[in-house]
């Protein structure tokens, strides 16, 4: 059994979950391990409200880009299956606050301020796919604030 100690508890931002759905990506196996170690207890996964709404979103354009039938369907089906392997922290007060001032402060999109700001409630990783090209100027308040990219996590 793997030490999961560094990564024992994450909040996915939406970039990650997508990975999943996307059967070439290179990150698509580290997802499913996640999902999987998540599955058996070995690590907790969890996500914000408004991750599940981007992941909605997102899903179903790249289900639509696939050409698959029904795209939204398929997007809903995705997203009560991540429902089933992750638990969905209720936004309160301290992250609505918290992720605002991130706003202010990072410039970066308010979705992965939620993110960041969910982590910290809840003592977690907050965990990103890669560096996006809006944190490049901010990466290092960003590190500050303990965020983790998929390819720096053992599972």
Same mark, same amino acid.
């Given at each position: ?8 508890? %994450?909040?996915?931002? =939406?970039?990650?979950?997508?990975? +999943? ?7 698509r196996?580290?997802?499913? /391990? %996640?999902?999987? &170690?998540?599955? =058996? ?9 408004? =991750?599940l709404?981007?992941? %909605? ?32 922290? $209720?936004?309160? $007060? ?9 706003k /202010?402060l990072?410039?970066? &999109?308010?979705?992965d301020? +939620?993110?960041?700001? =969910?982590?910290?409630?809840? $003592? ?8 996006? /090209? ?10 500050? %604030?303990?965020? /983790?990219f998929l ?5």
């Amino acid at each position: 059994m793997r030490d999961y100690s560094t990564v024992e508890r %994450l909040v996915l931002d =939406t970039s990650v979950i997508i990975e +999943y759905i996307i059967s070439r990506s290179m990150y698509r196996p580290r997802v499913a /391990k %996640l999902f999987r &170690a998540a599955s =058996t207890g070995e690590i907790e996964l969890y996500v914000s409200p408004i =991750t599940l709404s981007e992941t %909605l979103y997102i899903a179903s354009k790249v289900y639509q880009a696939a050409r698959v039938q029904d795209p939204n369907s398929e997007a809903l089906d995705f997203v009560e299956w991540v429902k089933k392997r992750v638990k969905v922290v $209720e936004i309160n $007060e301290n992250i609505i606050f918290r992720a605002g001032e991130l706003k /202010k402060l990072l410039y970066i &999109a308010l979705p992965d301020c +939620y993110v960041i700001a =969910t982590a910290k409630d809840i $003592e977690a990783i907050p965990l990103f796919k890669t560096v996006e /090209k809006e944190m490049e100027p901010v990466l290092k308040e960003l590190r500050r %604030l303990g965020l /983790k990219f998929l390819d720096e996590i053992e599972v």
